[in-house]
């Protein structure tokens, strides 16, 4: 059974930092491309930062300078980094698995960021 578990959210003022933290089990960590993707109410989701199984990035442009993603393969866990946070990253965060071995993904249950003051 596949489990993401997202973790670091919560509210913080404009300026702010906040770590999101994803625990991954119940797939080949090191073999999984990973994500973190935001939800805004009334829109769609978006990407936010990805990393592939050898550590190559991709940051969207609006976080970009701002936010860094980062995989832990020991631990099982990637990291998002997120400073100067403004009022519009607002957003529910998901963490999302590729494998490489398998077509399917996987999503977490989501964390919730609220920027404001």
């Known amino acids: 059974q596949v489990q993401l578990v997202e973790s670091g959210g919560g509210l913080v003022q404009p300026g702010g930092t906040l770590r999101l933290s994803c625990a991954a089990s119940g797939i080949t960590f090191r073999l999984s491309a990973m994500g973190w993707y935001r939800q805004a109410p009334g829109q769609q989701r978006e990407k936010v930062a990805t990393?592939?199984?050898?550590?190559?990035?991709d940051t969207a442009e609006s976080v970009k300078g701002r936010f860094t993603i980062a995989r832990d393969n020991a631990k099982s866990t990637v990291y998002l980094q997120m400073n100067s946070l403004k009022p519009e990253d607002t957003a529910v965060y998901y963490c999302?698995?590729?494998?490489?071995?398998?077509?399917?993904?996987?999503w977490g249950q989501g964390t919730q960021v609220t920027v404001s003051s």
């Open positions: 999302n698995a590729q494998p490489v071995y398998h077509v399917k993904s996987y």
């Open positions: 990393i592939t199984t050898t550590g190559r990035t």
